[in-house]
């Protein structure tokens, strides 16, 4: 998955739960700036706030390893 789709995937998400930007943010202990750039596929998060993201709206994050 690019940033791109990953952004669209949690704003998407935030959206169908009606939280604001401002309130995730908060929550998982972002920036909102953070999250903008998430949203928009324009930044490359930081693991450990990428899970947070992730968590605060149910979601998970599969890595699928190629051998």
Do not use: H, W, Y
């Not at 903008?36 to 596929?41: D, M, Y």
Request: some cysteine; overall charge negative.
């Amino acid at each position: 998955m690019d940033k791109k789709a990953l952004g669209n995937s949690i704003r998407e998400r935030r959206k169908f739960l009606k939280i604001t930007q401002e309130d995730l943010a908060d929550i998982a202990e972002v920036s909102e700036r953070t999250l903008r750039s998430i949203e928009k596929g324009e930044a490359n998060p930081e693991l450990d706030s990428l899970l947070k993201i992730c968590e605060v709206l149910g979601m998970s994050i599969d890595i699928n390893v190629i051998k």
